[in-house]
């Protein structure tokens, strides 16, 4: 396994396990110009912009040519939708959906939780690096701070961030092709097994350049499953990045 990957996949799984560990402790507590892409892909880019196809110019896209493809493609400035967790287990499996809400650097996710309840996450990016984060739960009006400087807010969605595969040497592409998924066309990405038996394979929306869907194996076998609603492209309501307080995360962060 290429030695920079796995000093990569070590610190990207340590940073989001520190994640998970803050908030399950206190739920506890809680009780190239180059390369385009064939077809068009309707009016999904009627927000004044126009589609990730209609930047990309016609190139197969292969291990070779997928990185600098991946690059064109941009994420909308605001937009919602919801998004599902899947992870899988000998002999069980568990599940998590969140309704997603962005707007520019600011990021809100509600996620159901397993006794009923809603866990409500602001994500901005800190000034000091990393990002701050605002967490309550329900409709309470108690809120804590968390701030780490590996935190994303694709991390706190439990969401693989396909703009790794920016950073990927092609060796360790598998397969890269244009493909349709759930009628939706994307980009796919799979990667090579590393030294640790785990295999990654994105599917990129071409014409929002968001996630898709995500699935992660370990020695052929499933253990993570992401998968997206459509998006809403709009501009998002600003209460929705408040916290209950009323304040700013901004302001809030001391």
């Known amino acids: 396994?290429?030695?920079?990957?796995s000093i990569y996949l070590a610190l990207g799984f340590g940073a989001l396990l520190a994640v998970v560990i803050l908030l399950l402790v206190w739920s506890g507590r809680r009780q190239?110009?180059?390369i385009v892409l064939p077809e068009s892909q309707g009016d999904s880019a009627s927000v004044g912009e126009e589609s990730g196809e209609s930047r990309l110019n016609t190139l197969a896209i292969t291990?070779?040519?997928v990185r600098p493809a991946i690059s064109i493609l941009s994420r909308p400035v605001t937009y919602s939708r919801s998004q599902t967790v899947e992870t899988f287990w000998s002999g069980g499996s568990?599940?998590?959906l969140s309704q997603v809400y962005v707007s520019g650097g600011r990021t809100r996710l509600d996620t159901q939780l397993a006794d009923g309840g809603v866990r409500h996450m602001l994500v901005e990016a800190d000034p000091d690096?990393?990002?701050?984060?605002g967490v309550w739960y329900d409709d309470g009006t108690d809120w804590r701070l968390l701030r780490s400087p590996d935190l994303t807010a694709d991390m706190a969605g439990r969401m693989l961030s396909y703009e790794t595969v920016q950073e990927l040497p092609v060796e360790t592409i598998a397969m890269a092709d244009y493909r349709k998924r759930d009628g939706v066309s994307c980009v796919y990405v799979e990667t090579v097994e590393d030294g640790e038996g785990y295999v990654d394979r994105y599917w990129v929306s071409v014409d929002s350049g968001l996630l898709h869907m995500a699935e992660r194996l370990w020695n052929g076998n499933l253990i993570y499953r992401?998968?997206?609603g459509a998006p809403e492209i709009a501009a998002q309501?600003?209460?929705?990045?408040?916290?209950?307080?009323?304040r700013a995360l901004e302001d809030a962060g001391g």
């Open 1 to 5: 396994m290429d030695k920079k990957r």
């Open 32 to 34: 190239s110009q180059g």
């Open 63 to 65: 291990p070779e040519t």
């Open 94 to 96: 568990g599940q998590s």
């Open 129 to 133: 690096g990393g990002s701050v984060a």
């Open 226 to 228: 992401f998968t997206a």
């Open 237 to 246: 309501d600003e209460s929705l990045f408040l916290l209950p307080d009323g």
